[in-house]
């Protein structure tokens, strides 16, 4: 198990240094030879409590420029995220388009069968039983013209309507899915 070191643990021995020293600076009655000898010491120690703030400092000059180049690298990566996932959103949407397109277009031609089919029965009908017995009836032939006058203007709105529900019946099944 790793020992938690404070910061009193990790400086203890200087701390206890600097308290004999400040005992022996209230001495009066310490020997030349003693203060010299403390002097000498604190120098040394001084000495290498310099260079050990040195090589700190160099030490965390130089993680602080690594930190500073894997923040940069982090940024970069992440501008160029943003920027992959802004183009994918576009073309998601370009996508999304073409296939609203398509699904329309696959509509309109299925739309314009039944359409199609719709008035061929309704000129079949028309033909064939309608204007026959309205001539029989009335006598008069251009009845047969205004029939097929009225299959030919109600087309359109039929073919809206046949569009409009099929296009709701695809997206549905497009939401469903």
């Known amino acids: 198990m790793a ?5 009193l643990d990790v400086f203890q021995a200087e701390i206890d240094f600097l308290n004999e020293i400040r ?3 209230e ?34 000059d130089r993680l602080h420029s690594k930190l500073n180049e894997a923040n940069e690298k982090l ?16 073309n998601n949407q370009l996508l999304q388009d073409t296939i609203d397109q398509l699904v329309k277009a696959k509509v309109g031609r299925k739309a314009s069968s039944i359409v199609l089919l719709i008035a061929i029965v309704l000129f079949i009908i028309s033909e064939g039983f309608l204007e026959p017995f309205v001539e029989t009836r009335v006598g008069n032939e251009q009845i047969g013209f205004i029939f097929k ?18 296009m709701r019946k695809a997206l549905k099944q497009r939401n469903n899915s």
């Open 75 to 90: 940024k970069n990566q992440s501008d160029e995220i943003n920027k992959i996932n802004d183009d994918l959103k576009v």
């Open 27 to 60: 001495d009066d009655n310490i020997s030349t030879e003693k203060v010299k000898e403390n002097y000498k010491l604190l120098c040394d120690k001084y000495d290498r409590l310099i260079g050990e703030a040195k090589l700190l400092t160099s030490v965390s």
């Open 3 to 7: 020992k938690n070191f404070t910061q």
């Open 149 to 166: 006058l009225g299959i030919a203007v109600l087309l359109k709105p039929i073919d809206v309507l046949v569009e409009r529900y099929m």
């Open 23 to 25: 005992v022996l600076a």
